[in-house]
């Protein structure tokens, strides 16, 4: 229908705002059409108004909205910073070391498949219910995209650059830094964006099981008192903050790796 | 000129690889000389070992049996004398254009203000002057063989060993960076093997011509073009009869 070059054309770009304006409109005008037809399954854009404001006024356990959000936040960044320092520099030593990768390789490779929120029960008998388990849980969780992917991205250098650095007299530290770290970088990347999005997962669930403040508490709070607005409330939130995070990921990208278009 | 110094003895190469399907000969008791100063073009088909060679002479492969002698002494593995301009190009993506030629300089533990200044003169001399801070993805393919030339230059190698450089540019472009070469050739004396699968880009460059066969690679013929003065005419009665000559003799895959 569109031919390449009308794609770039301004009536082109027009068009297809228009389209995604009016498909969200179109999807809460039904939500507004199924909450009207059966207000038991979905509360009305007032109540959920009402709803959100009185999270302010009554806090819940004792704080408001904005602490629930910045508990789960800071949770996940304490714990991904872990997670990408540690992860990072694991994924590179194994990637680079055969020895390593021998010795820990099959270990990590062992432990991989377990999903994150499968260690939940462990990690609370072990170290109960405060900040730092579920901090361990998120690590838990993120921290093997970051391994993953760092180590295929040091593993998989392409031959060509490695015969150049090898052809120019690069001696091993040479090769690590000047060949192999940048070239691994959009493979790192790739894994820190998977792991954004699992710690953002990882946390809501285990704030979920067991905690008093977080977003995932708040969603627990309104699915037990029947509160079908705080959870779409949670809900929103999580998504917005989760498209947060991975954008300043794709900026941060962009900023350390100015060669990638 | 001292053309005829031995600079590079290439004595009986071959290399034969191995894998689970059985082995395989792409180099068969290859030998030749390199002379001090010339323009060596090694001529071949496609597929018949050239980059397996080249890589030989530059460490880079091991050899099956031969030997390699620079200035009469047995070399094996990288070698400081010897530079090259790789086949597939082969520039780092996210280095700019300054930082790929200065990187071998880099290896070298050269510091940094001296090493900008030996880059500078070799982007300057290929004609590259404005684009230090690009990336090579925003270079059309003939300015971007020009880094790989200037990278290759920059170490001031002895020899400089260039694995079809024009072959995946266009006739134009093609034409234009042969003329180019020439003139950095004559500017900066390096000895030069050159690789290539086109006929008329080995008799517009060569000072001699050394023909390899289809695979397994062997010597054919060794040609002598010092008869012909540089730049060369390419519709000249001369070039063309020596052209025709030496196509007379090469396998029919070229
Ligand atoms: N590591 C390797 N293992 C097995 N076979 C190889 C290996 N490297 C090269 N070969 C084979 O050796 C032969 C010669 O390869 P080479 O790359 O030297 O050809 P070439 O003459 O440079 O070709 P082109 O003109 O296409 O560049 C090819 O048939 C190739 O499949
Ligand atoms: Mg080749």
Redesign the interface.
Known sequence: MFTANKKKSILYRLLMMVLSVSSVILLLAAYRAVALANPLLLPSFDQIGERFVKLFTTPIKGVPLTAHVIASLRRVLIAMGFAWVLGILFGFSIGWSRTLNAIFGTIFELFRPIPPIAWIPIVIMWFGVGEFPKELIVFIGSVIPVVVNTRSGVMYVEKQYTDVARAFGASRFQMLKEVVLPSAIPSIFAGLRTSVSTGWTVVLAAEMLAADRGVGALVMRGWMGNDMALVLISISVIAIIGAILSFTLIKLEKVVCPWMH | MDALKKCLEVEHISKTFYNNKGYFTAIDDVSFDVHEGEFLVLLGPGHCGKTVLL?IL???EEKSGGRVLYKGQEING?N?EM??V?Q?L?L????TVMENVE??L???GMDKKQRREVAQHYIDLVGLTGFENA???QLSGGMKQRVGIARAYS?HPEILIMDEPFGQLDAQTRYLMQQEILRIWQEEKRTVIFVTNNIEEACYLGDRIILLSSCPATVKEIFDMSALAKPRDIVSREFLEIRSKISDQTDLSM
Do not use: C, D, I, T
């Not at chain 2, 780092?92 to 280095?95: D, G, V």
């Open positions: 890589n530059a460490g880079l990288v400081e530079s090259m790789f597939l082969s780092m993506p996210f280095k990187l071998p880099k290896f070298r990336y090579p993805h170490v």
